[in-house]
């Protein structure tokens, strides 16, 4: 069992990450300067880096930054998000089994001490860790969630990409991770960069390919202004003409692996020569050989040639002869990308002497010399086979830690676009009443709807009511004045709450009337049409997520009468947002205490914890506001919003992808996990020395 010293140990490594990140984290955050033994500099707010940047010798504090690094590499986003809600997650934990105890209200001591005497130990709670989340996060996001979420396609059907909200997820995205001055561009540049490589019918393939090949998908350039970043047609190699052959009209291009200039031997073989004239003939055919290869390729208009090796001296002569351009050492990506851009795969050779047609060539709208700053590029103007159209970033900085730190932006927004495109997995469990007859927590009913309920056979469906998320600033050109759109609901009020009427609605002893009711189908099938509910954000169109979410089947056959563990499978579409400024952290922290009051076992108190650390994101967001935009009026509008089915209101622009949300606060549970089955800590601070052949048994 591990020692709640580990506990305390990992609390405070979390805490000197926190202190770093902290300091950068949304809109308002601020750039860090960290400098090395060896004199580089690393300017940044991307808490990526600034993590990958730091000589860490404590093995939790590798541990967590390894977990970081590998949620990166699979969704681009969140690194700061992750440090400060691990750290929050530990000093609960640590609150709760420490001395911090006392500061507990006595009310509910004692009923926090009977369910934890059965759950304090850590290895219980890691697994009690890895369980919420398919006993009670996804049900969440599936049945509470879901009727929350906008979506960044204006029709569902096609996943068609509304370019407004495009451009506020981008923004919002690049916000975090590049200097003021430079983050709208950045964005705007991203997102034409984006429209002109997606055709109509593009998907996440676009995406998998531009995020597996980036780095051939943009250049660096130094000693310019930022400004000067742009966008070319076509495809831009790192590599300068062996021999360069300016060319117009039609250009065929052929690849290959392999040199062209035959060679007598193989590499398990010996080709023996006796006397000079045997090495003159020999000489002498390597040369007509070669010469009629490049014939033959001049003859079928090949003028290009592309290899992934360094070619003999007399090919790149006869290349010059017959006017067929050279580009050699080629990398494996730059072959992949080619490739998979126009469906030509390396061409084999013909091995005899007679002269024959070359297969597998394809052809180049252009081939051209490109010169930045000085620096020779081969560009290429390919014709796709697939629905990504070939363009190319060139990314200009004065040095070249401005440009590394772009690049990384632009990776990461590829990867968040990636996984947005890409349903979200959810699976559950559904459990009725137990053997006592106690209904389970999980099936919320609304007493003050159940006379609108009723059953069809044995199918009941849960319908969920049309509240949105919606961002404030002239949401309607009709509404100039308002704040909020209307959609089937209220107009949430603007004046500010008392603190009275704060406390009635955040008190412990208020019941909580859930925004769910039971509605039957009078066909007795569940409804999964979409139904997208459009609502104009500063002229930009932004569609809800209606479909299936709002006609749940649930399978149990009465929810009063189960008694068994029915498992569901859900998905939360591509494509799902949610206005920034912590709309996500907020919705789930109310759902989840909901579920916390209702449920009476061990998994109240790490619901508890889980919930009350979601807050920590966006009360270090709202830190500096002031006015309405503070944290606590932010809070209270949006617990009186859900309480009254009214529509939430954020006070920031800009969207966010409800996957990466997911995903993050997955990583985090698991790094969590892990760091509670910590057993001992052993720190190696020397690298292992290597043992020679000779060292005796003691020695080793």
């Not at 003021?180 to 390919?209: A, W």
């Not at 927590?441 to 044995?458: A, D, F, M, W």
């Not at 066909?523 to 979410?549: C, D, F, H, M, P």
């Not at 939430?648 to 622009?653: A, N």
């Amino acid at each position: 069992m591990a020692a709640p010293a580990s506990v305390r140990t990992a609390l405070r490594v979390a805490e000197a990450l926190e202190s770093i990140v902290s300091r950068c984290l949304g809109p308002d955050g601020r750039q860090v300067l960290c400098t090395k033994p060896t004199g580089e500099v690393l300017l940044s707010r991307d808490g990526g880096r600034l993590l990958a940047a730091l000589h860490l010798e404590h093995p939790i504090a590798r541990m967590i930054v390894a977990c970081v690094s590998s949620h990166l590499k699979r969704t681009g986003d969140g690194a700061k998000t992750f440090i400060i809600f691990l750290c929050h997650l530990l000093r609960g934990l640590h609150a709760i089994t420490g001395k911090e105890r006392d500061s507990l209200s006595i009310g509910n001591m004692q009923t926090l001490e009977r369910h934890w005497k059965n759950c304090c130990q850590w290895k219980f709670i890691s697994q009690t860790l890895l369980t919420f989340q398919t006993q009670i996060l996804d049900y969440t996001m599936d049945h509470c969630l879901s009727k929350h979420f906008l979506s960044i396609f204006s029709s569902s059907k096609d996943r068609t990409l509304c370019v407004g909200s495009l451009e506020l997820l981008l923004e919002s995205y690049f916000c975090g991770r590049v200097g003021r001055n430079n983050h709208k561009f950045i964005s705007q540049l991203m997102c034409d960069y984006l429209l002109k490589c997606m055709t109509y019918k593009s998907g996440v393939e676009v995406f998998e390919l531009m995020d597996d090949c980036f780095i051939e998908l943009n250049v660096g350039v130094t000693g310019l202004p930022v400004s000067d970043s742009r966008i070319v047609d076509g495809l831009v190699l790192h590599r300068d003409f062996s021999v360069y052959c300016p060319a117009d009209g039609d250009i065929r291009m052929v690849i290959v692996k392999e040199i062209i200039q035959p060679l007598f031997s193989t590499s398990r073989s010996e080709f023996m020569l006796n006397s000079e004239a045997q090495f003159q003939t020999s000489q002498f055919w390597i040369m007509e050989r070669t010469k009629a290869i490049m014939t033959q390729l001049h003859h079928q208009n090949v003028k290009l040639l592309l290899s992934s090796v360094k070619q003999p001296d007399l090919v790149i002569y006869y290349a010059r002869l017959n006017g067929i351009s050279v580009v050699e050492c080629l990398s494996e990506e730059e072959i992949s990308l080619i490739t998979r851009i126009i469906g030509l795969t390396p061409c084999e050779l013909p091995e005899t002497s007679s002269p024959c047609e070359v297969s597998n060539t394809a052809l180049v709208k252009f081939c051209k010399l490109l010169i930045l700053r000085s620096k020779r590029y081969v560009h290429l103007g390919l014709i796709s086979t697939c629905t990504f159209v070939p363009h190319s970033i060139v990314l200009s900085g004065p040095v070249q830690g401005l440009v590394e730190q772009h690049e990384s932006a632009l990776h990461g927004a590829l990867k968040m676009l990636r996984q947005l495109y890409i349903e979200l997995d959810l699976n559950y469990v559904i459990q009725g009443s137990d053997q006592n007859g106690t209904s389970n927590p999980l099936t919320y009913k609304n007493s003050q709807k159940s006379n609108q309920s009723s059953e069809i056979g044995n199918d009941s469906i849960l319908r969920s009511n049309e509240d949105v998320v919606v961002t404030s600033k002239n949401v309607c050109a009709n509404l100039v004045t308002s704040d909020v759109v209307e959609l089937g609901a209220k107009v949430a009020p603007t004046n500010t709450f008392q603190a009275n009427e704060a406390q009635r609605y955040l008190s412990p002893e208020n019941k909580i009337i859930d925004d769910c009711e039971l509605l039957a189908n009078s066909t007795g099938k569940s409804t999964t049409e979409n139904t997208g509910i459009e609502i104009s954000y500063e002229n930009l169109q932004v569609t809800e997520i209606a479909g299936k979410r709002n006609m749940l089947p649930l399978r149990c056959k009465s929810l009063d009468m189960c008694t068994s563990k029915t498992y569901h499978s859900s998905s939360v579409p591509a494509g799902c947002v949610l206005p920034v400024g912590g709309s996500f952290e907020i919705l789930l922290h109310y759902y989840l205490l909901k579920y916390a009051k209702c449920q009476q076992s061990e998994e109240t108190i790490v619901t508890t914890l889980i919930a009350n650390a979601l807050l920590s994101i966006p009360q270090i967001l709202y830190k500096s506001k002031k006015g309405k935009n503070t944290f606590p009026q932010i809070y209270l509008r949006s617990i009186h919003a859900l309480h009254s089915h009214q529509p939430m209101v954020s006070s920031q622009d800009g969207l966010e992808s409800v996957t990466g949300k997911y995903q993050l606060l997955t990583s985090v549970l698991q790094c969590l996990a892990k760091i509670l089955t910590v057993d001992l800590i052993i720190s190696v601070r020397r690298q292992p020395q290597r043992n020679c052949d000779q060292d005796s048994e003691d020695e080793l």
